[in-house]
Nanobody, 126 residues
Framework: QVQLVESGGGLVQAGGSVRLSCAGSGRTFSSNAMAWFRQAPGKEREFVAAISWSGGVTSYADSVKGRFTISRDNAKNTVYLQMNSLKLEDTAVYYC???????????????????WGQGTQVTVSS
């Protein structure tokens, strides 16, 4: 059974940092683009960050650029999201996703992703 399992969410104060992890199992994702999305209450799921299979190409939503960093460790079949300078508006459920896409770039649309984790809650408090 193919799974993506997120961890690392929780309650954090504004201005603080959190690192999310997403571990894959059941197959290797080392040749696939991966991404993080998030969904806040009452809002649609939105793109946060994506990374190419090699880690050489990354892309970020404007709202998180300069504050969040996506990375991956293919040996561990794991992708990370380092979140710094957190704001109240970063509060959401964060989802990890993996795509069949194995080209040199990244994909930003949720429709481009084929495997999804169950999500992890990040709550930023004032």
């Amino acid at each position: 059974q193919v799974q993506l399992v997120e961890s690392g969410g929780g309650l954090v104060q504004a201005g603080g940092s959190v690192r999310l992890s997403c571990a894959g199992s059941g197959r290797t994702f080392s040749s696939n683009a991966m991404a993080w999305f998030r969904q806040a209450p009452g809002k649609e799921r939105e793109f946060v960050a994506a990374i190419s299979w090699s880690g050489g190409v990354t892309s970020y939503a404007d709202s998180v650029k300069g504050r969040f960093t996506i990375s991956r460790d293919n040996a561990k079949n794991t992708v990370y999201l380092q979140m710094n300078s957190l704001k109240l508006e970063d509060t959401a459920v964060y989802y990890c996703a993996a795509s069949y896409y194995s080209g040199s770039g990244v994909r930003r649309g949720s429709y481009d992703y084929n495997y999804w984790g169950q999500g992890t809650q990040v709550t930023v408090s004032s």
